[in-house]
């Protein structure tokens, strides 16, 4: 298959970096996973949008005006554009002599590729999860290819057998290692409010619109470590995760939430989420 990268289509075992790529290095990147349903765009302009939030945010200069028009040559050049798909893109700083400071006046790294995902059926589909430490840095804001705290907290859960690892700081729940976090407690729903503590999710604002479309309560509010015993219900958001129902959470070794019903409040935000995604 072909990625893109820096310019030009190339074979996947022709497509190298530099070793000095600070991207490789340093970590000194960030990235976006964009989808498709059935080959049509799902969000796209949000997901531009944050990329270029985060660019702005780590001071990284780049043009992201192609990519609207480069994600569908992706599709096609992997044939998928008539398929279920995501499109994962990264900008890196680029090649430098390595410094601790960021150089001027270097070429950031841009690559991107297609590759087909699973969206459909969700609905079916629960979590069992795991619930830990979040040691990530204080700018999780940043979709940041410095992945190394997301990918020790997420293998903690694949280890035992478990589908994601769910994260807290300073008693609070923030989100998942890969996936945002909702809370069903009563009539009302409850999610981390944004701020540097979270990535702020395209799929959680999309549901909190949902929500507000349905007449759910929806508030921007943490739950707490020692809160939750008295929740009803839990669901993660994201790109590929769409809307997941969560069965079961595990912390310290025991089982501290469990829940095999599905309310009528998730069952139709999860239609309409199926809805909207099939009308695009
Ligand atoms: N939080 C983190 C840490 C993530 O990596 C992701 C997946 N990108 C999400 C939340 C969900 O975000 P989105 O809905 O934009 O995919």
Redesign the pocket.
């Known amino acids: 298959s072909e990625v893109y990268l820096n310019g030009s289509w190339l074979k996947t075992e022709e497509a190298k970096i530099s070793v000095f790529d600070r991207g490789f290095m340093h970590g000194d990147g960030i990235y976006e996973?964009t989808p498709f349903y059935n080959g049509m765009a799902f969000l796209l302009e949000d997901?531009l949008e944050?990329l270029n939030y985060c660019l702005e945010q780590i001071g990284l200069n780049f043009d992201t005006s192609e990519i609207k028009n480069l994600v569908y040559e992706a599709l096609e050049r992997a044939g998928l554009s008539n398929s279920d798909a995501a499109v994962y893109m990264q900008i890196s700083r680029g090649m430098a002599p390595r410094t601790h400071f960021i150089p001027n006046d270097i070429q950031p790294t841009f690559l991107m590729y297609a590759f087909p995902a699973t969206l459909e059926g969700f609905e079916n589909k629960s979590w069992k999860v795991l619930l830990s430490k979040d040691l990530r840095w204080h700018r999780?804001d940043i979709?940041t290819t410095s992945w190394l705290a997301?990918t020790m907290a997420n293998s903690k859960s694949h280890e035992l057998g478990l589908n994601e690892t769910i994260l807290y700081r300073d008693q609070v729940i923030t989100?998942?290692?890969?996936?945002?976090i909702f809370f069903i407690k009563g009539n009302s729903i409850y999610t981390h409010p944004e701020g540097p503590a979270?990535?702020l999710?395209?799929?959680?604002k999309f549901v909190i619109g949902l929500c507000r479309e349905l007449g759910i309560e929806i508030r921007e509010k943490p739950v707490l470590l020692s809160e939750i015993g008295n929740i009803d219900e839990i669901f993660c958001?994201?790109?590929t995760?769409q809307i997941m129902q969560v069965n079961e959470m595990i912390f310290e070794g025991k089982s501290v939430f469990k829940n095999c019903r599905k309310s009528e409040t998730l069952k139709k935000l999860q239609s309409a989420f199926k809805e909207k995604t099939l009308k695009l």
């Open positions: 996973v997901h944050r999780c979709k997301n989100e998942g290692s890969h996936s945002s979270i990535l999710g395209i799929t959680r958001t994201g790109t995760t």
